[in-house]
């Protein structure tokens, strides 16, 4: 599957409690994010399932991508899209190697351009550098300077996804850096309904294609 620029949406498991997931990533697909990350490290196998398997039908419906993150059997239970790996989550070659043609595989790749090269090496289809600005979903981790992006535009031609307290108000310096896609927690649903989701999406998408 091909990438090229988009808004690429990541839940939380806390934020979309109380049977918000299923209508704020609705909402968030009608805004017009191209991926979307289910991210859930709780231990309810059946649940997760049954979530990942809703949230691919949304996928779908909406021509968006759907991407597991850090569970490879998971994403070929559900016939998800991709998947993605953090540095701690497994090997990337293995993970390529039991996915089907086509699908996709992400790496987190901090802000070292080592393990980038080591991500496009073993088949990553992208590269995602981070965190850029304070992130309320993982405060403790390391800052990346935006020159990274560009470090990496030289380095490879795999899209560059830009994570990490990605908001609207610093949004277009990390495009200018050389982002392809902005990947968004907070600002994206953190809110009371899922029609200010779905503005927000839109607000992303219409700044990324600017």
Same mark, same amino acid.
Request: one cysteine or more; aromatic letters at 6%; glycine letters at 8%.
């Given at each position: ?8 949406a990541i ?12 209508p ?11 991926? %979307?990350?289910y ?18 039908? %949304?996928c779908e ?24 790996l ?13 996915l ?9 790749c901090?802000?070292? %351009? ?31 300077? %935006? ?15 830009a994570?990490?307290?990605?908001s609207?108000?610093n ?5 200018? $850096? ?12 953190? $809110? ?19």
């Amino acid at each position: 599957m091909s990438l090229t620029r988009g808004l690429y949406a990541i839940t939380d498991s806390l934020l979309l409690a109380d049977d918000r997931l299923l209508p704020y990533c609705e909402a968030v697909l009608k805004g017009g994010a191209s991926l %979307l990350q289910y991210r859930d490290k709780t231990r309810d196998q059946a649940r997760r399932h049954d979530e990942a398997l809703r949230l691919r039908e %949304l996928c779908e419906r909406y021509g968006a991508q759907l991407i597991i993150n850090d569970d490879v059997a998971l994403a070929l239970a559900v016939e998800a899209h991709g998947v993605h790996l953090g540095q701690t989550d497994g090997s990337l070659s293995e993970a390529r190697a039991r996915l089907p043609q086509g699908a996709l595989l992400g790496a987190t790749c901090h802000a070292n %351009l080592e393990l980038a090269a080591a991500a496009e090496q073993a088949g990553a289809d992208y590269l995602a550098f981070g965190r850029f600005f304070l992130s309320k979903t993982k405060p403790g981790a390391a800052a990346a300077p %935006l020159s990274i992006l560009h470090d990496a535009g030289q380095q490879s031609r795999l899209p560059k996804v830009a994570i990490g307290g990605v908001s609207l108000d610093n949004a277009a310096s990390l495009l200018d $850096a050389g982002a392809d896609y902005l990947a968004v927690v907070n600002s994206l649903f953190a $809110a009371d309904n899922a029609a200010e989701v779905e503005r927000r999406a839109r607000a992303f998408v219409e700044l990324i294609h600017s």
